[in-house]
């Protein structure tokens, strides 16, 4: 089943592999047909549920079998429902937790958290099939006190919709509501397979991180192309002509208008339900004002996946090499040979999994790309190409998000930003127009609140939950039944991975690692020597490297003590620390993880050593050679401060200066590039975040 769910194939393949299997093994060795191969998971479904909807007003039904719809006054058979697609599929949180909270990977995390367990959930459409109308809405969460690392593997789906349309957001969040707010009173009751200890923990929906079109329908708002269409303040927004008709826009304001408040959200939900006409675009009253400790404004972080990456960043670099544009100052569309050019000479870390494609293509651009060409491209391509003001104005962007996607950001960091973020929004007006001041321009005045409130934008990004759509989408096959299929075969993924965790020790290292394998999506390297305690593994066939006077030198300083003529040095081209590829420089491909910042330092890796004979005792280092940094000659603003700092030019010293450095020290993976005769590093911001 794993190596079903790991290539994706239908029923008919699984059972023609049944089929195969059995010519070649004993008889009853395997299930003889796909029926038999199914109940052996049968257990696994029991928990998914299917909620009932209204056919025609679309009101909330239950469970049952005769049902009765409040809102039209209908009566419903629960058969005919379910023929005509009438339902959802639910979840439930408490029964994927427990169940988690089995494996003892994840349960040492949480045994501690006296404080309860707080879920940040997404909810977003994404099309089912590659031609057809139809779409699935599933609600995705992820458990807060996990690491990064951990929680991208153990993502829970609470809830799926299916159908041509977006859900009815009052019927669909109805049982997710529920039962948020059972977990908050009575928690969850489970036992701690590390020492047998019961534990109830409470369990909390913090947050909710989704795109702009989802986040209007889950408040209960106008949507950002109407009036009071801002979840997080009371701009009204101004009208103004675009194309042929008109479009809502929102003009930079001093001071700043008021922020919306939950409370306000409730006022204006009570005059609605008492018949009453509500203000600053409240449409209907959420099922989420429900929901124990969440906000229904400041509870919904501001997702830069969609803001800046799809949002600003895309609709500049429309606004630069678009032809509709040919007569505006900004326009830089009869230089896309250039820019495309000095793109092919970048080459990015492996951890940018994207190479850069020319702006001709940027209408298949994916997020990941407009953050790339963000944080690191746009700079130094654009130099000398995009007018002086604009390339400033877009510095002051470059800086604040890169600043705001570190690991940690400092509150005087994040005060910095805002002060940035404002200026940009302000002069945006005057460089672009008025017609330009979008809704995605507006957020990012309130950028720097949700990383005060939440931290790096990173931990509230839709990038996790996005990637795992694309696993949603292998889970089920064909037109028919997809909720059904989906629901179910991430049940099945569930079980696995926790018969994967119980597997005793006798098994068979070979069994162990194709398990692995089939449900990690990818397969380990075979070569490979494993240094346990630094979370390293060292690809390739090591050589035997010399040990001259200079190299004696570094290794007596890192030592401590003097250097015998036999000690066993090792070579190594590759390395992988903690999830991350470093290479030797030199090696050939489209790939450079060569190039690695220390501090304020840039090196390039010369070699991976390891002194001793491998083991507890072994060490690893890196042989380095450095660069000299030169000023970038990037625009700088004097007036906040923002330089881009993490985009340096770099040349070769004239002597070569080498240094040795531990493997266990942090190193920043770092992007070159080329323009012209300079050579461009720069710094990624942080160590979790991957494409």
């Given amino acids: 089943m794993a190596f079903a769910l790991r290539h994706s194939i239908p029923k008919t393949a699984i059972a023609d592999l049944l089929r195969l299997l059995e010519l ?16 052996q998971f049968e257990a696994c479904k029991r928990y998914v549920q299917f909620h009932l909807y209204c056919k025609d007003c679309l009101g909330y039904l239950g469970l049952g079998d005769e049902l009765h719809c409040a809102v039209c006054e209908k009566a419903w058979n629960r058969s005919i429902l379910m023929k005509e697609n ?126 702009s079109v989802a986040r209007c329908q889950l408040q209960g708002i106008t949507q950002f192309n109407g009036y009071y269409g801002c979840g997080w303040c009371l701009h009204g927004g101004t009208r103004v002509p675009r194309g042929r008709g008109f479009a809502t826009v929102y003009p930079f304001r001093h001071p700043a208008p008021p922020i919306r408040t939950h409370q306000v959200v409730c006022d204006e939900a009570i005059k609605l339900v008492a018949g009453q006409v509500p203000q600053y675009g409240v449409k209907y ?67 940018i999994t994207r190479l850069p494609r020319s702006p001709t293509e940027r209408a298949h651009w994916k997020a990941s790309e407009f953050r790339s060409w963000l944080l690191f491209y746009s700079l130094p391509v654009l130099r000398g190409i995009l007018p002086n003001v604009y390339l400033a104005h877009l ?40 017609g330009n001041m979008t809704y995605n321009i507006h957020l990012m005045g309130h950028l720097a609140d949700t990383a005060k409130r939440y931290g790096p934008l990173w931990k509230t990004s839709c990038f996790p939950f996005e990637g795992y759509n694309r696993k949603i989408k292998s889970l089920f096959h064909g037109t028919r039944y997809v909720p059904q299929q989906i629901s179910q075969n991430f049940a ?13 020790e006798a098994t068979p290292v070979s069994i162990v690692s194709f398990f692995k394998d089939m449900l990690r999506g990818y397969p380990c390297v075979v070569r490979a020597t494993s ?87 072994c060490k690893v280092f890196f042989l380095l050679q450095q660069y000299r940094k030169l000023p970038s000659r990037l625009p700088e603003d004097h007036q906040t401060g923002a330089n881009a ?36 590093c720069s710094k990624l911001p942080n160590h979790i975040e991957l494409d």
């Avoid at 059972?182 to 009751?189: I, M, S, Y």
């Avoid at 090499?321 to 569309?333: E, K, L, M, T, V």
């Avoid at 340096?648 to 992007?671: D, G, I, N």
Wanted: aromatic share 8%; with cysteine; hydrophobic share 40%.
């Fill in 285 to 351: 009253a959420s099922p989420l004002l429900l929901l124990p400790r969440f906000d229904i404004v400041s509870s919904f972080p501001v997702d830069y996946m969609h803001a800046v990456c799809e949002g600003v960043t895309e609709q500049l670099t429309n606004l630069w090499f678009d032809s509709s544009n040919h007569i505006a100052p900004w326009y830089i569309g009869n230089q896309v040979g250039d820019v495309s050019k000095r793109m092919t000479t970048i080459v990015p870390p492996s951890d």
């Fill in 531 to 617: 240094i346990g305690r630094l979370n390293a593994i060292l690809l390739g066939r090591p050589t035997h490297f010399p040990l001259d006077e200079a190299l004696r030198g570094l290794l007596a300083e890192q030592l401590g003590a003097g250097v015998d003529d036999e000690l066993n040095i090792m070579k190594y081209t590759q390395v992988v620390l903690a999830g991350r590829k470093f290479s030797t420089s030199g090696r050939r491909g489209q790939r450079c993880n060569s190039m690695i910042g220390y501090g304020n330092k840039i090196f390039s890796i010369k070699g991976i050593l390891s002194v001793g004979e491998l083991g507890c005792d």
């Fill in 395 to 434: 510095l002051l962007l470059v800086h604040a998000i890169w600043i705001l996607l570190k690991e940690s950001v400092s509150d005087a960091e994040v005060a910095l930003c805002h002060i940035i973020l404002t200026k940009f929004v302000m002069q945006m007006e005057g460089l672009y127009g008025i």
């Fill in 86 to 211: 009438s339902y959802f599929v639910y979840i439930p949180i408490k029964e994927q937790i427990q169940q988690m909270l089995e494996i003892p990977s994840v349960a040492r995390y949480l045994s501690a958290e006296n404080g309860g367990i707080s879920l940040t959930w997404n909810c977003d459409g994404m099309p089912a099939f590659n031609s057809g109308k139809g779409s699935v809405w599933p609600i995705q969460c992820t458990l807060d006190q996990l690491p990064w690392s951990v929680k991208k593997d153990h993502m829970l789906i609470t809830a799926l919709w299916f159908g041509p349309s977006k859900p009815h957001f009052p019927t669909f969040l109805k049982p997710f509501v529920a039962e948020c707010r059972e977990l908050a009173a009575d928690g969850v009751e489970w036992r701690d397979p590390l020492n047998g200890i019961v534990h109830n923990i409470r369990i909390h929906a913090k947050s909710c991180v989704c795109d």
């Fill in 492 to 504: 099945v993924m569930g079980l696995l991975r926790r018969q994967l965790d119980q597997l005793n």
């Fill in 645 to 680: 700092g993490h985009i340096v030019q770099l040349t070769r010293y004239q002597r070569e200066r080498l240094s040795l450095l531990p493997l266990q020290r942090k190193a920043t993976k770092c992007v070159t590039m080329q323009v012209e005769d300079r050579t461009y």
């Fill in 24 to 39: 070649h093994l004993p008889d009853g060795a395997v299930p003889g047909s796909m029926y038999l191969f199914s109940k």
